[in-house]
């Protein structure tokens, strides 16, 4: 898989769906870290990722402190309003992990901490918008990603 695409505590099922439609697309790896907000057989998760979810490889996750105790020397790097980088100044590698927050605030305070001289940004150009749609900032990078590795 050329990238894996990193859920934290998802909280949107429609979301969900459509990232897990563009895993898919990809050939990327979607891992889901528990609690999610909905139900996995949630009937909007379903219709988002159509009859593309019994295709994309997901590992599910059943907390934040075990993804990281699994997946402990990958290669990660995290996106977050917070960061100070441009997402296209990643240095994007095959099998990469793209760690990204929940809808509502994003990563947690504990993981920015953490790993700041890997925490990059989607540049935002008006003062009146705080963050992107989490699916359409995923596909932004997922596909910066792609090309820079093609």
């Known amino acids: 898989m050329p990238l894996n695409i990193v859920l934290i505590e998802p909280e949107i099922p429609n979301n969900t769906g459509n990232i897990g439609r563009l895993a ?3 050939g990327s790896c979607l891992h889901l870290v528990k609690p999610f ?14 009859d ?3 295709h994309v490889t997901i590992i599910y996750y059943d907390s934040v402190d075990d993804f990281f105790n699994i997946n402990k020397g990958q290669n990660m790097v995290f ?4 960061g ?3 997402h296209w100044d990643i240095p994007f590698e095959d099998n990469m992990f793209l760690v990204f927050g929940k ?3 994003g990563l947690p305070k504990t ?7 890997r925490l990059y940004k989607i540049p935002l150009y008006s003062t009146h ?7 359409n900032a995923v596909g932004i990078v997922v596909y910066e990603g792609l090309k820079q590795l093609s």
Do not use: P
């Open 24 to 26: 898919l697309a990809s």
């Open 37 to 50: 907000g909905f139900q996995i057989d949630d009937t909007k998760l379903k219709r988002a990722g159509l």
């Open 52 to 54: 593309y979810w019994k």
């Open 79 to 82: 996106l977050s309003s917070h």
């Open 84 to 86: 100070h980088k441009n």
């Open 103 to 105: 809808e509502s605030v």
């Open 111 to 117: 993981i920015t901490d953490k790993h700041t001289e």
């Open 129 to 135: 918008v705080r963050s992107l749609n989490l699916a």
